[in-house]
């Protein structure tokens, strides 16, 4: 028993040390920043949506989906604004402005070009618990098929990364992958408010295959300009790079997984002649 105390004791002990190491190793320019005093409430916000997520069959059970036509129209068209102007301050920030496809530390100085990546990738950041309203709405319209295990789980996980990108890391090399992130939110969130204006604007949507084929080309990019750095040496934590690479190969297999079970098997299903099962087709992943 004493044994097993004296083993909690030293757990919590290296718990508490790696804590600490945190807020010693932290970039002190976002010290201010709002949500970034502490992970617990981006990690409370977190538990919260995977909480609500897993109750919502029984919120909604007796209730009517709601109709929010209007309302999807206006936040999907914000958020291709928002998209966009993250998109762009990364490339102004950073990716137009000297950075190097290859070992890229993280400019802690106080450049006016530095601060304005600061600045972004916490507004990236921020973005990501907006984007968990993406969720909610689903569950509210009763569009439980949307709510998939990618999308929730993709969805949960980025806010408290995040946080702690922001909070040790926030350019440099790491920042690559949310380029492209912020790139590809904007397309799709196009496509969103597009569909949410009604039958109409349905001619418009012809490439909605496409923005799965982007994503998984996003991630093949991601783990190729990730996997560079474990043969070279750069001054950008190591610890990073492995968590950028294993997150895009683990969304590389889910989103290659529903590629082929959404187009390929259907479209194999049809040239033999047999028909596909049901909701096979329509089940899209919100873009990762």
Same mark, same amino acid.
């Given at each position: 028993m004493a044994q097993s105390v004296t083993m909690d004791e030293g757990i919590i002990a290296k718990a508490i040390r790696s804590y600490d190491n945190i807020f010693e190793n932290a970039d002190p320019r976002v010290e201010n920043y709002f949500m970034m005093d502490s992970?617990?409430?981006?990690?409370?916000?977190?538990? /919260? %949506? *995977?909480?609500? #997520?897993?109750?919502?069959?029984? $919120?909604?059970?007796?209730?009517?989906?709601?109709?929010?036509?209007?309302?999807?129209? #206006?936040?999907?068209?914000?958020?291709?604004?928002?998209? @966009?102007?993250?998109?762009?301050?990364?490339?102004?920030?950073?990716?137009?402005?000297g950075y190097s496809l290859?070992?890229? +530390?993280?400019?802690?100085?106080?450049?006016?070009?530095?601060l304005r990546m600061v600045r972004v990738c916490w507004l990236f950041y921020i973005s990501k618990f907006i984007e968990l309203l993406d969720t909610i709405f689903f569950i509210l319209r009763k569009k439980f098929n949307q709510v998939s295990f990618l999308h929730v789980f993709?969805?949960?996980?980025?806010?408290?990364?995040?946080?702690?990108?922001? !909070?040790?890391?926030?350019?440099? *090399?790491? @920042?690559?992958?949310?380029?492209?992130?912020?790139?590809?939110?904007l397309v799709m969130y196009t496509y969103y408010g597009l569909? /949410?204006?009604? +039958?109409? *604007?349905? !001619? %418009?949507?012809?490439?909605? !295959?496409?923005?799965?084929?982007?994503?998984? @080309?996003?991630?093949?990019?991601?783990? $190729?300009?990730?996997?560079?750095?474990?043969?070279?040496?750069?001054? %950008?934590p190591k610890f990073f790079v492995y968590w950028i690479g294993l997150y895009a190969l683990i969304f590389l297999v889910m989103f290659a997984n529903f590629y082929i079970k959404a187009y390929l098997k259907p479209k194999m299903a049809q040239a033999s002649g047999q028909t596909p099962k049901n909701g096979s087709i329509g089940n899209k992943p919100k873009a990762s």
């Open positions: 992970p617990i409430p981006s990690l409370l916000i977190c538990l /919260a %949506y *995977f909480i609500f #997520v897993w109750i919502s069959p029984a $919120i909604m059970k007796d209730r009517k989906p709601l109709e929010m036509r209007n309302l999807m129209v #206006v936040y999907n068209l914000a958020m291709v604004v928002l998209s @966009t102007y993250i998109f762009y301050e990364f490339l102004m920030a950073g990716w137009l402005r290859g070992c890229q +530390p993280v400019d802690y100085s106080d450049s006016p070009q530095a993709h969805h949960g996980i980025m806010p408290i990364s995040w946080w702690f990108g922001v !909070k040790l890391v926030p350019g440099g *090399f790491g @920042t690559f992958h949310s380029l492209l992130n912020s790139f590809i939110h569909s /949410a204006m009604g +039958p109409a *604007f349905q !001619k %418009y949507l012809w490439w909605k !295959k496409y923005m799965t084929s982007m994503q998984i @080309t996003q991630f093949v990019l991601v783990m $190729i300009h990730s996997s560079q750095l474990l043969f070279m040496d750069c001054n %950008y």
